[in-house]
């Protein structure tokens, strides 16, 4: 069973940059895809982005297109999404999540294992 820890979270102005990093504390996830995923207050948890096995093919949410990037580490085991210009709507806890397969997917139902979460808070 594989066990996520993300971090990078915190609390920032508008316009500003984060970077969130998921990493495996039990298991492994350099195997399969990994996906980004958020959830605001009353909200629905949302596919952000997602990154194959080998790195390529990534994958973004209209509204995270041309300004997060993702990118993984898989010798360090490492998947990080570089949040840049934030907007308040970007609040939410993030959610990392290691997939079924080797290719990345924009459906929850695609991933089997998920971490704990880690707020991001943009104020304007």
């Known amino acids: 069973q594989v066990q996520l820890v993300e971090s990078g979270g915190g609390s920032v102005q508008a316009g500003a940059s984060l970077t969130l990093s998921c990493v495996a504390s039990r298991g492994t996830f350099s195997p399969v895809a990994v996906g980004w995923f958020r959830q605001a207050p009353g909200m629905e948890r949302e596919f952000v982005a997602s990154?194959?096995?080998?790195?390529?093919?990534?994958k973004y949410a209209d509204s995270a297109q041309g300004r997060f990037s993702i990118s993984r580490d898989n010798a360090k085991a490492i998947v990080y999404l570089q949040m840049t210009n934030l907007k308040s709507e970007d609040t939410a806890v993030y959610f990392c999540?290691?997939?079924?397969?080797?290719?990345?997917?924009?459906?929850?139902?695609?991933?089997?294992?998920w971490g704990q979460g880690t707020q991001v808070t943009v104020s304007s």
């Open positions: 999540a290691s997939g079924r397969g080797i290719i990345s997917g924009r459906d929850s139902f695609d991933y089997d294992y």
């Open positions: 990154i194959s096995k080998s790195g390529g093919i990534p």
